[in-house]
């Protein structure tokens, strides 16, 4: 529901950093709530897509190369434009598993160890992209490798059927 507040602009209005308000090519870039604001050593933004019906990167196709590439440029527009970081300072990247069904991308200050960059959970936006243009499928038939946690309900699940 957090997301769709944002999204409806019922929430955290004066936080957004940027919008492109195109309903299948557009997203609202905001602060991460774990990012005070405060420095840029752990600047942390979550571009949030208007499109309801991607929940993650398995349901990405070539058909959204327009929105990710939207996601990429104006982001890190907006984030030189407001904060002096340039994108060759930025990690960007989609989590997967993420942590909520609702497409997102994750810009973080290079520098940062933010949770999830890691390479098991973190797949950059560039190399999606690419993919996605070599391969209009590709994160459907492509085998995802991603961490769990032993008290993970998923984790639970394969135990019980003897994936682990």
């Not at 604001?37 to 993650?56: F, G, M, P, T, W």
Request: aromatic share 10%; with cysteine; net charge negative.
């Amino acid at each position: 529901q957090w997301v769709y507040n944002i999204l409806e602009k019922k929430a955290e209005v004066d936080r957004i950093v940027h919008e492109n308000p195109d309903p299948s090519n557009g997203f609202v870039l905001v602060p991460d709530l774990k990012w005070n604001q405060n420095q840029l050593e752990d600047l942390y933004l979550i571009a949030l897509v208007h499109c309801r019906d991607i929940k993650s990167l398995r349901d990405l196709t070539a058909e959204h190369l327009p929105l990710l590439r939207n996601i990429l440029q104006e982001g890190k527009e907006a984030i030189v434009k407001r904060f002096g970081v340039p994108g060759s300072q930025l990690r960007i990247y989609l989590h997967y598993q993420p942590s909520y069904q609702h497409l997102h991308v994750h810009f973080t200050a290079l520098g940062y160890d933010a949770p999830g960059s890691s390479v098991e959970r973190a797949h950059l936006l560039a190399d999606v992209i690419d993919n996605l243009a070599m391969d209009s499928m590709y994160y459907q038939k492509r085998a995802l490798t991603f961490p769990l946690r032993a008290d993970e309900p998923l984790f639970k699940k394969f135990q019980e059927a003897g994936k682990v």
